[in-house]
């Protein structure tokens, strides 16, 4: 083991490891911005709202993440119409098509996280609202979106951690991530067990801060649920 080149790829390998967090950042808040629209519409009594949902979700969660980054990036080219319109500069760009490939995919994941939690919201405490006289708006803020937090939160936060993970696939479209400038840099010194076994422990500390942030995150929200139920309960 050369530990030395080990060492001295780190700022390399650092500057990868920003492009991954700005990447899993931007498709984390794009994919949750995109779920919450996916889960009203597989909500709705409205078959023609919840049957497309389900699809979307059918479609993105039963095909392959690089398949659809393959798509994406190889496969909207070869339309005209896409590369004479105004998304072409965005989608001739790896980091962009990753982008999209990465939000698209996690908004199926999160929308079903976010499903699971409406519905395990007991019914009894949605009734009692309906009965004081509680707005649907009302219901949903003060009723079913705090529990449904707590309850989603955990689930939520594996599926950030798995994006993490998964955005290693972006290098297999040209993009220097993490992944990416390790492989770059193994092909030049050839030393694949070094430079990778160094981005595998960036990888893990990434991971390993990410998951007390959201592990905090969660014993922030549960005991204002806690005391929210409490209080209730005594009203």
Do not use: H
Request: glycine share 6%; charged share 15%; hydrophobic share 55%.
């Amino acid at each position: 083991m050369n530990f030395q080149m080990m060492l001295n790829s780190i700022p390399d390998l650092l500057n990868g490891a920003i492009v991954t967090l700005q990447l899993v950042l931007a498709a984390s808040v794009v994919g949750f911005v995109l779920a919450l629209g996916i889960t009203a519409m597989r909500l709705s009594d409205k078959r023609y709202l919840s049957v497309p949902a389900y699809g979307y979700i059918f479609f993105l969660r039963g095909t392959p993440l690089l398949v659809q980054i393959y798509l994406i990036y190889y496969g909207l080219s070869q339309f005209p119409e896409i590369r004479g319109s105004i998304l072409w500069p965005f989608l001739r760009e790896p980091w962009w098509c990753a982008l999209a490939a990465f939000a698209l995919n996690t908004s199926a994941y999160v929308s079903e996280v976010m499903r699971g939690a409406i519905k395990a919201v007991p019914v009894g405490q949605i009734e009692a609202a309906k009965a004081i006289g509680l707005s649907p708006i009302q219901r949903f803020m003060k009723i079913t979106a705090p529990q449904a937090v707590q309850i989603g939160l955990p689930a939520y936060s594996n599926e950030i951690i798995l994006l993490v993970k998964a955005s290693s696939l972006a290098s297999t479209v040209t993009l220097l991530d993490l992944t990416g400038v390790a492989r770059s840099i193994a092909s030049e010194t050839y030393m694949p067990v070094e430079i990778l076994g160094m981005a595998g422990i960036i990888y893990l500390i990434m991971n390993f801060i990410l998951t007390r942030i959201l592990r905090g995150l969660e014993w922030f929200v549960s005991p204002k649920m806690k005391l929210a139920k409490s209080l209730s309960e005594r009203a």
